[in-house]
């Protein structure tokens, strides 16, 4: 079966960093893609950043391009999301996914497998 975790959450100052780490199990390697979502408080899930395992092609939303990047180790068993210069409404829990279809990460819709998620709040 599909297992998806991640790791790296945490507390950060506005302006900081911090790496997300998304461990993978369960997927055949070139099959999916790898995305990113986040759930701020009080708000729905929204894609943040999408890795096609198949072809490497990614995808930002607006908020996050130029300070968030997606990648992959060669395995194809971990991907990550480092995020810098981190602002207060990048706080909350963000969730590693994976679904056979690049559209619905960049669409943010319903995609197939979902990790647990981890925390993240950005204040001073």
């Known amino acids: 079966q599909v297992q998806l975790v991640e790791s790296g959450g945490g507390l950060v100052q506005p302006g900081g960093s911090l790496r997300l780490s998304c461990t993978i199990s369960g997927l055949t390697p070139g099959q999916y893609t790898i995305g990113w979502f986040h759930q701020a408080p009080g708000q729905g899930r929204e894609s943040v950043a999408c890795l096609s395992m198949r072809d490497g092609s990614t995808h930002y939303a607006d908020s996050v391009k130029g300070r968030f990047t997606i990648s992959g180790d060669a395995a194809e068993t971990t991907v990550y999301l480092q995020m810098n210069s981190l602002k207060p409404e990048d706080t909350g829990v963000y969730y590693c996914?994976?679904?056979?279809?690049?559209?619905?990460?960049?669409?943010?819709?319903?995609?197939?497998?979902w990790g647990k998620g981890t925390p993240v709040t950005v204040s001073s």
């Open positions: 996914t994976a679904d056979r279809l690049f559209r619905l990460c960049m669409y943010g819709g319903g995609m197939e497998h």
